[in-house]
Nanobody, 124 residues
Framework: QVRLVESGGGLVQAGGSLRLSCTAY????????MGWFRQPPGSGRVFVAA????????YYEDSVKDRFSVSRDAAKNTVYLHLNNLRPEDSAVYYC?????????????????WGRGTQVVVST
């Protein structure tokens, strides 16, 4: 059974930083694209960032591309999302997801596996 387990969320003040981690169990994703989505309170789930195999390239949603970065450690089967200069509007549940594909993916219906999410709350 494939599981994606996120961690690292929490409460942080505006301008602060967090590092979210997502470790995959049951399948090696080192050759596949992995991504992050978020769901703010009362809103739908939206794309944040994705990274292709072996850090070939990454892709970001416009509002985060200068503040967030995504990376991965193939040996640990783990992907990270580094959140910097956080704003209150970044508050959301952040979900990690994986696909069997190797191309870049930015739509939630293109991902095959999802974690349960980790909550990020940014206070003013």
């Amino acid at each position: 059974q494939v599981r994606l387990v996120e961690s690292g969320g929490g409460l942080v003040q505006a301008g602060g930083s967090l590092r979210l981690s997502c470790t995959a169990y049951g399948r090696n994703f080192s050759s596949n694209t992995m991504g992050w989505f978020r769901q703010p309170p009362g809103s739908g789930r939206v794309f944040v960032a994705a990274i292709r195999r072996r850090n070939v390239n990454a892709y970001y949603e416009d509002s985060v591309k200068d503040r967030f970065s995504v990376s991965r450690d193939a040996a640990k089967n783990t992907v990270y999302l580094h959140l910097n200069n956080l704003r209150p509007e970044d508050s959301a549940v952040y979900y990690c997801n994986g696909t069997v594909e190797t191309a870049m993916r930015a739509s939630d219906d293109e991902y095959d596996y999802w974690g349960r999410g980790t909550q990020v709350v940014v206070s003013t």
